[in-house]
Antibody, heavy 117, light 110 residues
Framework: QVQLQESGPGLVKPSGTLSLTCAVS?????????WSWVRQPPGKGLEWIGE???????KYSPSLKSRVTISLDKSKNQFSLNLNSVTAADTAIYFC??????????WGQGILVTVSS | QSALTQPPSASGSLGQSVTISCTGT?????????VSWYQQHSGKAPKLMIY???ERPSGVPDRFSGSKSGNTASLTVSGLQAEDEADYYC??????????FGSGTNVAVL
């Protein structure tokens, strides 16, 4: 069973870059799964951010596409999220997730990232 | 792309049934069979309950069922139990080659 664990700063300054890493265990980053990120502002709903596959294919939410990059590190069996030019609207719990099909089947526990000076 | 539309809340008595709707457009729910549902208890990560409109992952009780008609998908929870009290989110693949989630429904068990 795939297990996912997010890590990274819990506080980012406005206009800065939010960078998170997700460690994968119980599965390989070079499997056919797609590795993705979903976020949830406090008290609000879920938002899909984007996904990446070890073959090089990436897809992003149209609303975030200009600011987001998801990359895989095969040597460390982990993947990362970079979101630049952040504002308070990017404050959220960020979940790293795994998709074996057209759905998310595994979720990390989530990490709260606050954008504030 | 806009979030799929779900009622903010729904409720049912213990042992009864509740159905949650999820309305999208012909660019997402109406076009694709790739509709999934997630259960989220307070402070926890979501859990996959239904995928591909009506398929149940291993371990999910058969009290949970899904369906779709046109641009609207539905999740039905039969024989409501106390542990079913949670937020529920639908999701669909979309023309933009991305995924869109629903606005979420809080289910209360009376």
């Amino acid at each position: 069973q795939v297990q996912l664990q997010e890590s990274g700063p819990g506080l980012v300054k406005p206009s800065g870059t939010l960078s998170l890493t997700c460690a994968v265990s119980g599965g390989s980053i070079i499997s056919n799964n797609r590795w993705s990120w979903v976020r949830q502002p406090p008290g609000k709903g879920l938002e899909w951010i984007g996904e990446a596959h070890h073959g090089g294919d990436t897809k992003y939410s149209p609303s975030l596409k200009s600011r987001v990059t998801i990359s895989l590190d095969k040597s460390k069996n982990q993947f990362s999220l970079n979101l630049n030019s952040v504002t308070a609207a990017d404050t959220a719990i960020y979940f790293c997730t795994s998709q074996s099909g057209w759905y998310v089947d595994y979720w990390g526990q989530g990490i709260l990232v606050t954008v504030s000076s | 792309q806009s979030a799929l539309t779900q009622p903010p809340s729904a409720s049912g008595s213990l042992g009864q049934s509740v159905t949650i709707s999820c309305t999208g457009t012909n660019s997402d729910v109406g076009r694709y069979k790739h509709v999934s549902w997630y259960q989220q208890h307070s402070g926890k990560a979501p859990k996959l309950m239904i995928y591909e409109v009506s398929e149940r992952p291993s371990g999910v009780p058969d009290r949970f069922s899904g369906s779709k008609s046109g641009n609207t998908a539905s999740l039905t929870v039969s024989g409501l139990q106390a542990e079913d009290e949670a937020d529920y989110y639908c999701s669909s693949y979309a023309d933009s080659k991305s995924y869109v989630f629903g606005s979420g429904t809080n289910v209360a068990v009376l």
